[in-house]
RNA sequence: GGAGGGGUUCCCGAGCGGUCAAAGGGAACAGACUGUAAAUCUGUCGGCGGACGCCUUCGGAGGUUCAAAUCCUCCCCACUCCA
């Protein structure tokens, strides 16, 4: 085994690089060492639920570990999870699913996976969907998928058991998730499963399951959380720190630039792939000398951000249009348009039919806190008439051009 | 099948006949400060009207009352205990 292991050390090290755990690395050495001799790409596998198609960087983590395993010559198979998004992952927080149309969930998938090709190697990317061996199951097929875990294997997952334990409902097919996913493994025969962490009880179960229909056991690369930009949470839609990759270029630089300094090297770590280990480890000693401004490296991480999925042209704007609202206060190129509808219209009505505000009581609460301004000017009149083109900023960040 | 507490504004959570658009906290937004932030302080935070006012909201539908988030009836939802 000291032979193979070093004969596949560059593998390793890359597969190991922004990873948390492999479940077993012995094991994915000894995938690695079969796959070279029977000139057999692995199939490296990961699931997405087409309940929406929003995809945030956090979600690119395992995509872009499993770009690495496509790098080195491997099969990523994406599963579309039309059954299981039916359930709605338990190990997150989210409640009963409304129930999609085939329809619906077609046409997420269609964006999500666009959004995936950002970062994957679409040659080398293989999609399939669950209705593809769930579709025709018998309940006597089920029923034998069932009998293959048991209750108690379930209430030792923490997110069954603390959810039982506070009381909150927990509806008897959401024990169908892990079931359902561990058998997608089955179906497509995955060498290699990826996920985040809390993945990690249903990407086991999958390794049972492969056991249960005589198969080689998955190895699971189990990939951290990302934090969220606010630093606390990890990332996720519902808690609205997330940058998600349809964010334009301007979005992620910023929301980049919000997060909390001592979330810095954990995104140089794991929301990209552009740092080497030791860039990083320089990053972070600079950092806790303290004898730079975190911001500097702060902007390194956004611009590379954005790089990955703008490319460098859109990275320079970003970073241009930044400094410009923000480092110097001045207002930016490109912002939302609106035309006079009549000659002269009053802020109130201007700002909410341009989709600024929600109502007409925030425009007039903002101009009160002195947030509105025209062509650099405060206003402090709720019935301003605009009359003319100009500018108007709303806050920090809202910018309306008025076009006569 | 039996018994019992619950469902409140974006979230958590008080209120339990008028003084409730509804305490408090969180989130969010704005202003000050700043190194982009964070922290802090101040303010705002259902809609419409320039303040007094009006309209919509407290799981749903009805009802009682001059007056209901608060009382009654039925229904729906999830939960706890017993079987």
């Excluded at 395993?69 to 409640?95: M, N």
């Excluded at 959004?115 to 006597?140: I, P």
């Excluded at 300094?261 to 792939?273: C, E, F, K, P, R």
């Excluded at 241009?320 to 009053?346: H, R, V, W, Y």
């Amino acid at each position: 085994m000291y032979e193979e292991s070093m004969k596949f050390e560059k593998e390793m090290k890359l597969i190991w690089k922004g990873t948390e755990e492999i479940i077993t690395e012995e094991e994915l050495i000894k995938k690695f060492l079969k796959a070279e001799d029977k000139n057999k790409p692995l199939r490296i596998k990961y699931g997405i639920d087409p309940t929406g198609y929003d995809v945030h960087i956090g979600h690119l983590v395992p995509i872009r570990k499993m770009r690495d395993f496509q790098d080195l010559g491997h099969t990523g198979v994406i599963i579309i999870g039309d059954f299981t998004a039916q359930i709605g992952d338990p190990s997150g927080k989210d409640e009963t699913r409304p129930h999609l149309t085939a329809e619906q969930v077609k046409n997420n998938s269609e964006k999500y996976m666009d959004q995936l090709y950002t970062v994957l190697d679409k040659d080398k990317t293989e999609v399939r969907w669950q209705t593809e061996w769930f579709g025709n199951m018998t309940m006597a097929d089920v029923l034998e998928l069932m009998g293959k875990f048991t209750l108690a294997q379930f209430m030792a997952h923490e997110t069954f058991r603390s959810r039982y334990e506070k009381g909150l409902p927990l509806g008897m097919h959401e024990m169908m998730y892990p079931i359902l996913q561990s058998y997608d493994s089955v179906a497509i025969e995955a060498d290699v499963e990826l996920g985040a962490t809390e993945q990690k009880f249903n990407i086991l179960a999958g390794r049972d399951m492969q056991r249960f229909f005589g198969l080689p056991e998955q190895v699971a690369v189990l990939s951290p959380i990302l934090m969220g930009t606010d630093g606390k949470e990890k990332m996720s839609k519902s808690l609205n720190n997330y940058i998600a990759v349809f964010d334009t270029p301007k979005d992620k630089y910023g929301k980049t630039m919000s997060i909390p300094d001592d979330l810095i090297v954990n995104y140089l770590t794991y929301a990209t792939s552009s740092f080497s280990d030791s860039e990083i480890k320089n990053y972070e000693k600079t950092l806790n000398s303290g004898s730079i401004n975190p911001k500097l490296i702060k902007e390194k991480l956004a611009w590379e951000i954005v790089r990955t999925y703008d490319g460098e042209k859109y990275a320079n704007l970003a970073q241009a249009e930044f400094n410009k609202i923000f480092a110097k206060k001045e207002i930016p190129d490109e912002m939302p348009e609106f035309k006079l509808k009549t000659t002269k219209m009053g802020i109130t009505e201007l700002l909410v039919s341009a989709g600024i505000c929600t109502s007409n009581g925030e425009v007039k609460r903002l101009i009160k806190q002195n947030a509105v301004s025209i062509d650099d000017k405060k206003i402090d009149d709720i019935f301003f008439e605009v009359d003319k083109g100009s500018v108007i900023k709303v806050g920090k960040r809202r910018f309306l051009k008025v076009l006569k």
